[in-house]
């Protein structure tokens, strides 16, 4: 399958900081989306990238799909506790989607 | 939230043992997913579903066949329990496969094979 590199593959931040993560990979995708899952629940959608050079924003956390194509990158400003869980890339490829292996965040208080 | 669900959430099985995992959905979806959840891995494609009696396997669909007889419901099935197959389960759906729009997913099942 389709190899998806994220990193780092932890945070330690304070709250109020920013963060930045990315997600990388060796092949091109047609979309790119950011998923955010907290314990025991499912993966939920962040923000969905459709085009290269793409920036969106979703409240504070902003999302760039990556000339290449190759990847993809996700900030998120001004952290708060509740922001702590599993951030997952994900690209597209034909008819399905691959994963990456997640960034687990902890926000400090 | 999407009217998606798991059942059950959680289900200890022993080595050898036939185990069904079951997705269901009120939202009328065309596609269905299933994935397996495990460190190191994330998320990877067991089998998926474009229509009702429509399947096509994913990357990792050894040992794992799915059934989909009601647009509502779609089966995992182990035929043959390992422990290799200790994992998380999620179901996905999606609206349409190729635009791009997301999945939505289940809260999972965690199965364990002793």
């Known amino acids: 399958g389709q190899q998806l590199n994220q990193s780092p593959q932890s945070m330690f931040i304070q709250e109020g900081e920013d963060v930045s993560m990315n997600c990388t990979s060796s092949?091109?995708?047609?979309?790119w989306l950011w998923y955010k899952q907290d314990p025991g629940e499912g993966p939920v959608l962040l923000i969905a990238?459709?085009?290269?050079?793409e920036l969106t924003s979703n409240g504070r956390l902003t999302a760039q799909f990556g000339i290449t194509r190759k990847d993809s990158f996700l900030n998120i400003s001004a952290s708060i506790p509740s922001d702590v869980g599993i951030y997952f890339c994900?690209?597209?490829?034909?008819?399905?989607?691959?994963f990456g292996t997640g960034t687990s965040l902890t926000v400090i208080p | 939230d999407a009217g998606i669900t798991q059942s059950p959430r959680h289900k200890v099985t022993e080595t050898g043992t036939p185990v069904t995992l079951r997705c269901h959905q009120t939202?009328?979806?065309?596609?269905m997913y299933w994935y397996r959840q495990d460190p190191g891995h994330g998320l990877r494609l067991i089998h998926y579903?474009?229509?009702?009696?429509?399947?096509d396997k994913g990357e990792v669909s050894d040992g794992y066949s799915v059934s989909r007889s009601k647009t509502e419901d779609f089966l995992l099935t182990l035929e043959s329990a390992t422990s290799s197959q200790t994992s998380v389960y999620f179901c996905?759906?999606?609206?349409?496969?190729?635009?791009?729009?997301?999945?939505?997913f289940g809260s999972g099942t965690r199965l364990t094979v002793v």
């Open positions: 996905a759906i999606s609206e349409s496969g190729r635009n791009g729009y997301g999945y939505t």
């Open positions: 579903s474009y229509g009702v009696k429509d399947t």
């Open positions: 092949s091109i995708f047609n979309t």
């Open positions: 939202e009328n979806h065309r596609y």
């Open positions: 994900a690209g597209r490829t034909g008819n399905q989607f691959y």
């Open positions: 990238l459709y085009k290269a050079g």
